[in-house]
């Protein structure tokens, strides 16, 4: 049996419907790892709910965003010595079963970093709405070119992340929308990053925040940001 430390992160914004039910998934499949929900500002209880459903809770003093919520996962798992992070999102949408496929490829490929995608061959989209999943598809061929290597689902919030990337992201992580631009950020400092198929679910309870307008509005940042990101001297991870 492995001896290794694992960490799930879950950031969480007014997901008290939801979270329970996540932390519950989480801990079937993965027994022996702690989890951490990040309330990040909620207002309807989600900090209780993960409290009472075993999770450990970190609580944000208000709204920090989805970016700096991960980051004080990261800080968190660094501190504290994990050797493996994993986040996936407190909606509910992804399947907590992947969790193992994303540690078993961390180990098999000895990459710093695996990223579950929905788009990756038949993996289990469950319909991203057209205009989002174009805008997907325009970041995704930005970052192939960048990388080097196909990039197929450059937003995805299911990961896995050895010692050296929760290190790395521990000191520097995006934190508006992060997940296209810590693609970029890894691949700067030299981490090996890879994908696998993961199956998404429909969250049970909500709606997502992100309307037709701003995924727009992301697309154009979020590749603002990247451009940017590349005149950027890159972090140096140091184990």
């Known amino acids: 049996m492995s001896s290794e430390r694992i960490l799930v992160i ?12 996540v932390v519950d998934g989480v801990r079937a499949h993965l027994p022996g790892a702690d989890v951490l929900v990040i309330d990040d500002g909620s207002f309807d209880g989600t900090g209780y709910e993960a409290g009472g459903a075993g999770a450990m809770v970190l609580t944000m003093p208000y709204n920090v965003g989805i970016g700096a919520a991960v980051q004080a996962g990261f800080q968190f798992a660094a501190s504290r010595d994990y050797d493996i992070v994993i986040r996936n999102d407190g909606d509910g949408q992804h399947a907590p079963e992947a969790n193992l496929d994303l540690i078993e490829k961390l180990r098999a490929e000895n ?7 929905r788009f990756l061959g ?3 989209d469950y319909g991203t709405p057209l205009l989002r999943r174009l805008g997907s598809g325009i970041l995704a061929r930005l ?7 196909r990039v197929t689902d450059p937003t995805s919030g299911c990961a896995v992340f050895n010692r050296r990337a929760i290190q790395l992201f521990a000191q520097a992580y995006p934190h508006d929308y992060p997940e296209p631009e810590a693609i970029v950020i890894a691949h700067r400092s030299g981490l090996r990053q890879t994908e696998i198929p993961v199956k998404m679910i429909p969250r049970a309870h909500g709606a997502s925040s992100i309307t037709p307008l701003r995924s727009v509005y992301y697309m154009i940042k979020v590749i603002l940001a ?5 005149l950027r001297r890159p972090p140096q991870v140091k184990l």
């Open 10 to 21: 879950l950031p969480a914004l007014n997901e008290s419907r939801n979270i329970a039910r």
């Open 111 to 117: 990459a710093d970093l695996v990223v579950g995608s």
């Open 122 to 124: 038949d993996a289990g």
């Open 143 to 149: 970052l192939s070119i960048i990388t080097g290597q």
């Open 226 to 230: 990247i451009l940017i990101n590349l």
